[in-house]
């Protein structure tokens, strides 16, 4: 049993259920219904989510371990519904990682499933790598931490001091959980210095690509040097090994490692005990349903479930495996409404403080500028950003609204008409600047309602923010 395997398992229900409409607030409700446990960044999210604090701020208020190794380890689900489509896959990923990781942790799980549908179509697993560093910020640590294990590999480097060398570049601290600060053998440690709590995806990432590397895109190498590296290897071995299964197919996994688990699949973390989920005994049962799911994630422009050979998945090939150029189309010029928007790149490079939301005719971003918190009586001020979706070919204006309680005023735009054209990189912006005026609740929610002037479109966001503590002198 292992919890990596049961949130997959749950993920899956939810595009049984939603389809390509899934996204972190939808994951966020699967979290707080099916998910058993509370430790580290698990518990930190559903508490945040508890309080209305929506992703991406779930997984990166006050969660030391969003920036660990949970989410990477479950890429693989969303590579193998989007075949041959990383931006897909990668897209999906973001998704899921933010509702209870952050940054790097998130970063990573884009990394890898950027990787892994990529691997469908693509065998070289050098470029595979450079593939997936396109999908995410190229100056963050899990992209600085993957080229040093490059480097590292093509330098000649031996395993055991590449292994120092990425560790106290980029160090974590999975392999001293538990343990006094006291009892950690400086002798034994061999050099390796103590990271920051939590900190840990950047290193372990790092890990498996050398692992990959060094072990010559071989199964079994590369898995036994992966384990050598120590730290987090349940995340090391799983997210290396699940990729080279997918690249190199199920006959070049030796028996040895697959005969002991009897294609079964056992869980310990999904509660599951009231309208149920349905979850898979075998590993075969699960590839079965997921191949069925495909089209769920794929529309039909590349996926036709009546192929000559039955389910056909038209794939990315060659530089377009790649994350798209945020500069693709000249800004405002008509794309012929093929522009999709931000990047995946761009939008992992988002502040966690950016909500955003997708609606049938717009999608709605709304910036806390760095803070989830307010002052009585001083003016603070969110931005609210509505882009087209391109899909509709038609240009709007779009309404947008501030509602707030009667403790909270309006200091401007809480109430403006704005053009929303359909050129490249358009969309309506504009700032609200509010004030709250009663010290004694701790918290006030303001709400912002977006229309689309002459359509039935509506969509909100409920943000809620919290007083700050102030020295009494001040």
Sequence with gaps: ????????????????????????????????????????????????????????LSGYIDNTYGNSC??????EIWACLAPGHPEIAARNAYEDAIVDHCEEGAWGEVLYAAMQSS????????????????YIPEDCDVS????????????????????????NAFPGTFGIQGIMLKD??????KGMVNGRPGYDAPENIAFSIAAWLYGENDFEKSL????????????????????????????????????PLNDKISTCCIKNTSIGLWIPDTA???????????PLILDQDHCDIFGAEGLTVTCRENEDLFCESSDAYMHRINSFCKNPGLTVRETTNL??????????????????????????????????????????????????????????????????????????????????????????????????????????SQGAIKVTLYQEAVNADE
Excluded at 16 to 28: A, C, Q, W
Excluded at 119 to 134: M, P, W
Excluded at 184 to 189: A, F, L, R, T
Excluded at 284 to 294: H, K, N, V
Aim: proline share 4%; hydrophobic share 40%.
């Design 1 to 56: 049993a292992n919890d990596d395997l049961d949130l997959q398992l749950v993920w899956l229900n939810a595009v049984e259920k939603f389809g390509r409409t899934v996204d972190s607030h939808i994951l966020g409700e699967y979290w707080l219904s099916y998910i058993i446990p509370n430790w580290v960044e698990y518990g930190m999210a559903k508490a945040n989510l508890r309080t209305s604090l929506l992703p991406p």
């Design 70 to 75: 949970g989410a990477f380890i479950r890429s």
């Design 119 to 134: 691997a469908f179509v693509e065998n070289d697993y050098r470029k595979l790598i450079d593939i997936g560093l396109s």
């Design 144 to 167: 600085k931490a993957v080229r040093m294990a490059v480097s590292c590999y093509e330098n000649g480097v031996p395993v055991p001091e590449c292994r120092i060398q990425i560790h």
């Design 184 to 189: 950690i053998d400086p002798e034994g440690s």
């Design 224 to 259: 036994l040097i992966a384990n050598s590296f120590g730290e987090d290897t349940d995340c090391i071995c799983a997210s290396l090994c699940s990729t080279l299964g997918i690249l190199l197919g199920e006959d070049a996994i030796p028996s040895k490692w697959k005969d």
């Design 284 to 294: 075969t049962e699960l590839a079965e349903r997921i191949l069925r799911d495909i």
């Design 351 to 456: 502040s966690p403080y950016v909500i955003r939301k997708k609606y049938p005719a717009f999608y709605l971003m709304i910036d806390l500028n760095g803070s989830i918190n307010y002052q009585v009586g001083k003016t603070r001020t969110i931005s609210v950003t509505v882009s087209n979706d391109f899909y509709w070919n038609e240009q709007h204006w779009v309404n947008i609204t501030a509602y707030t309680k009667d403790d909270v005023t309006i200091e401007s735009n809480g109430d403006v008409k704005l053009p929303l054209n359909n050129l490249s990189g358009t969309c309506a912006k504009t700032d609200i600047s509010f004030v709250a005026d009663n010290g004694n609740q701790g918290s006030i929610d303001i709400m912002i309602g977006v229309g689309i002037i002459g359509r039935h």
